[in-house]
């Protein structure tokens, strides 16, 4: 087992901060997705403008510290973004997870990076990202 330390305060702190972004029902777009490693799952709610650019971002979590922790980094970052960013980011994190080198560009995510010792949370910390991705008009 890993020596390094998962559930931190901060961890646990980011957890509660998702409470920032409660659902809301008018959101355009809907997300979903489901960590088959850890059974957590995520619904995003999001709206984007004529450009693409994400403008408003609601969250419906039910997943571990990590997941929870993982959906709040993503919701404090994403409003202004542009969907192309999002993507990009979602493969990025991917495939740092899988075990490439650099920790992706997205604010926050340095702060749960010791999920990327732990294999069975990697579902948990990808979930925004592929709700998000799901939903997001490709170009």
């Known amino acids: 087992m890993s020596a390094t330390v998962l559930y931190t305060p ?9 409470s920032r972004f409660p659902w809301k029902e008018d959101l355009p777009l809907r997300g979903e997705a489901r960590s ?7 619904t995003l709610g999001l ?3 004529e450009r693409g650019v994400i ?3 609601a969250v419906r979590s ?5 997941g929870q922790a993982a959906a709040a980094i993503f919701a404090q970052a994403v ?3 542009e969907a192309s960013r999002v993507r990009a980011a979602g493969k990025a994190v991917a495939d740092w997870l899988a075990g490439e080198e650099g920790l992706p560009d997205w604010p926050g995510l340095g702060r749960i990076a010791a999920a990327r010792d732990y294999p069975g949370r990697h ?4 979930l925004p990202w592929t709700a998000a ?6 170009s």
């Open 10 to 18: 901060d961890v646990l702190a980011l957890a509660v901060e998702l």
């Open 36 to 42: 088959k490693s850890c059974g957590s799952t995520i």
């Open 47 to 49: 709206d984007i403008d």
């Open 55 to 57: 403008t408003d971002v």
């Open 62 to 66: 039910q997943a571990c510290a990590i």
């Open 79 to 81: 409003i202004g973004m």
């Open 123 to 126: 579902g948990a910390v990808i």
């Open 133 to 138: 991705i799901g939903v997001l008009p490709s």
